[in-house]
């Protein structure tokens, strides 16, 4: 263990980075106390800017070499290309999302249309019956149930009919607000993207020279390792979305030569969009899963009407689930590791405490974007840890002046003559 670590010095300076990150987030609480809705407004507003600037920071890793191939290839202006670029990864986001929603929703259609025709009608009156508690329930926690009652029972009057109009309209301000902060992120989004990709350099330099000139070689530094890590990550997620890709349409497609109904085309519209959604760590592959189960779950219902013995989408279902198992063990163990490398190497422990942290702080984003981020802060507390070893290394090192021996002059030829001749 090095002993330098807990010296009198080293001890009182950890006492008194502690203390004073004690007394900043006390300070922090009770200013939060005193003046709670100017630092919610501060904080939404530094958010509403923040998010769009972090999903078009890592989106940049993405789209900048796509629209470099097309400025080489087709002889465009950087402007130009950058535009198609954001344009096509656009498109093609929402492609995967619409092709995604879309198929999942037209197959529980079928799923609830089959089961209501399975059902009788007490299990339909029960079902309904359920629906309304579980609406009444709702209202009943919003308070509306009960100005709803009050006004039927004592009649309407102006306070009761101001405060059913303030429930309602707190919902849908509620409502609003969430569109609207939607509709800004994705306004805001690819505008940041072009910026970011066209003159990344000019940004990042001129935000380096914020920093005081002692430490500015350090952001520097920082910035190329954090550029680093994140153009890894993404580069090796795009090479696992490709191999998951492959192994669920290799597997479906063989599992769709035994599956009436269930073809090779199936087979590659599920192999792609479990491999999209793979890209979502640890919830991605349930999502992706949820595509193909419906669809079997869907033509098992449908049979069940026809021929009521015939089980064989079950054990398809079943089929499915254990290639995703297998397909899930391979990449933890194989295919991530080799692929991720160590640059992005981060403790799973790590990974979900990010998943917590930033999916709180950012909602869906930060959830989507906690592996980059832990990836870079990674990045930071390594370089720091450098440092560290580096001063440590140069205080234990004592520099003796270096003693030269002095050879006695030679005497000349000259000299010795001389002496001869005496």
């Known amino acids: ?76 202006p950087k402007g130009i290309s950058i535009i198609i670029a954001i344009l096509f990864g656009i498109l093609f986001i929402f492609g995967i999302l619409i092709l995604t929603v879309g198929f999942i929703l037209s197959q529980l259609g079928g799923i609830f249309s089959s089961l209501l025709t399975m059902i009788d009608n007490v299990a339909f009156e029960q079902i309904i019956t359920d629906i309304i508690a579980a609406i009444t329930e709702y209202l009943n926690a919003t308070g509306i149930n009960d100005i709803i009652t009050e006004i039927s ?23 609003g607000s969430s569109i609207l902060n939607a509709i800004v992120i994705l306004a805001l989004t690819p505008v940041f993207m072009f910026y970011l990709i066209k003159e990344k350099t000019l940004i990042f330099g001129s935000l380096s020279k914020v920093a005081p000139k002692s430490i500015r070689h350090h952001v520097v530094e920082l910035g190329i390792r954090s550029d680093v890590v ?25 599992l769709s030569l035994f599956i009436p109904n269930f073809s090779f085309q199936h087979a590659i519209i599920f192999g792609i969009i479990m491999g999209m959604v793979n890209i979502i760590p640890y919830v991605g592959a349930w999502i992706g899963i949820s595509v193909p189960v419906i669809f079997l779950l869907s033509l098992h219902l449908q049979s069940q009407q026809l021929s009521p013995q015939t089980n064989i989408y079950l054990v398809a279902i079943i089929a499915v689930l254990a290639i995703n198992i297998v397909e899930q063990a391979l990449e933890s163990s194989i295919i991530q590791p080799n692929i991720l490398g160590k640059q992005v190497h981060i ?15 950012f909602g869906f984003a930060g959830f989507l974007l906690a592996v980059p981020i832990a990836g870079t802060i990674r990045a930071s507390l390594q370089y720091y840890n450098e440092q560290s070893v580096l001063y440590e290394a140069s205080e234990a090192v004592i520099v003796e002046p270096e003693i030269i021996p002095v050879e006695p002059q030679k005497k000349s030829r000259s000299a010795r003559s001389k002496k001869k001749s005496c």
């Open 153 to 175: 029972e004592n009649g309407a009057s102006i306070e009761r009919l101001f405060a059913f109009l303030g429930s309602v309209l707190l919902i849908l301000t509620g409502i």
């Open 1 to 76: 263990m090095n002993k330098n670590l807990f010296t009198k010095e080293k001890l009182m300076q950890y006492l008194l980075i502690v203390s004073i990150i004690s007394i900043s987030f006390i300070g922090l609480y009770y200013l939060q106390l005193l003046t709670s809705p100017v630092l919610i407004n501060i904080f939404n507003a530094i958010k509403a800017v923040l998010i769009p600037f972090l999903i078009a920071f890592f989106l940049s890793f993405l789209i900048g070499p796509f629209s470099l191939w097309i400025q080489k290839t087709f002889k465009l």
């Open 347 to 361: 403790h799973p422990l790590a990974i979900l405490s990010s998943f917590i942290f930033f999916g709180g702080v």
């Open 230 to 254: 994140i153009k890894n990550y993404f580069k090796g997620q795009g090479l696992m979305i490709l191999i998951v890709t492959m192994i669920f349409v290799f597997s479906l497609g063989t």
